[in-house]
DNA sequence: ACACGCAATCTGCAGTTTGCATGTAGCTGC
DNA sequence: GCAGCTACATGCAAACTGCAGATTGCGTGT
């Protein structure tokens, strides 16, 4: 039946997926340059929930496909060559957009967790619920 | 060309993905039960970015899958049958982790955006960044 | 010198998720 | 009866993800 293979959020262990992991990545950059290893650890050491190295590779390339990162080949440096990245201004742009759609996402949230409903429903429901 | 058919986040518009539009419904069910088209128009009118209809359904859908809501048949009304959704207890404890989760994740965008970053970076970096 | 491991990046593959368009079913208005 | 709205569901192609593996460059142990 199309469900045993797949990984579906059973464990309570949330997920860093597409635009999130796109704008933290976003926002460690602004904090500083920096090249994908260097973020794929940031990322681990944030107590943020992690993904793949590979997927952030990626998610950085499509991020400077989008024009919000540039980067470029630092040789400057022993070892194998570093992809710097840094943000652009349209990565600050996105970064400042996307914190305001964020921060009424989290009202929604924590509003939830207090008990009362967000926007006033259509009609009132059965089963006013307890608050805990 | 290689924009038209596929969408790449180009613009400064952000959407609800994944988790983000699964809890988003958890924190609506949580304040009274609903069915998922009265979902999709709330989601709508609270500001946050929209999915699709049809996303909205799988992932109440799946939501069930994982034991986080459950569902009946509603006929009492006249229409369309309705299948109504109520949060489940497990759904509430998703949701508390999730909203810790989220909390880590906005300190860092909102310390990003204040100018300083966040975990001190393993090497200093150049390019000092100017506080806009 | 050579194997080995680490740092750093990239890619192939299979499975999942998404947006869009479309399809179904029931009720309302004309 | 036909159009239109509500409410839910599904097919499809494109996109995204995690995992595993390949690649390059350097340092170390023996």
Same mark, same amino acid.
């Given at each position: 039946?199309?469900?045993?293979?797949?990984?579906?959020? #059973? #464990?309570?262990?949330?997920?860093?997926?597409?635009?999130?992991?796109?704008?933290?990545?976003?926002? !460690? +950059?602004? $904090?500083?340059?920096?090249?994908?290893?260097? @973020?794929?650890?940031?990322?681990?050491?944030? $107590?943020?929930?992690?993904?793949?190295?590979?997927?952030?590779?990626?998610? +950085?390339?499509? +991020?400077?496909?989008? =024009? &919000?990162?540039?980067? !470029? %080949?630092? #040789?400057?440096?022993?070892?194998?060559?570093?992809?710097? *990245?840094? @943000?652009?201004?349209? =990565?600050? @742009? &996105?970064? =400042?957009? %996307?914190?305001?759609? +964020?921060?009424? *996402?989290?009202?929604?949230?924590? $509003?939830? @967790?207090? =008990? !009362?409903?967000?926007?006033?429903?259509?009609? $009132?429901?059965?089963?006013?619920?307890?608050? #805990?």
């Amino acid at each position: 039946m199309a469900e045993s293979t797949g990984r579906k959020r #059973t #464990t309570a262990e949330p997920r860093l997926h597409g635009e999130m992991l796109a704008t933290s990545l976003l926002a !460690f +950059l602004k $904090g500083c340059n920096a090249y994908g290893y260097q @973020l794929s650890q940031q990322l681990s050491e944030s $107590g943020l929930p992690q993904s793949d190295s590979g997927t952030v590779y990626r998610a +950085l390339r499509q +991020l400077e496909n989008s =024009g &919000f990162v540039s980067s !470029f %080949w630092d #040789t400057s440096d022993q070892g194998p060559a570093r992809r710097m *990245y840094s @943000l652009t201004a349209a =990565g600050e @742009l &996105f970064l =400042g957009t %996307w914190i305001e759609a +964020l921060n009424r *996402y989290q009202e929604v949230l924590t $509003g939830a @967790l207090a =008990g !009362f409903d967000v926007p006033a429903p259509t009609e $009132g429901d059965s089963t006013e619920e307890e608050v #805990t």
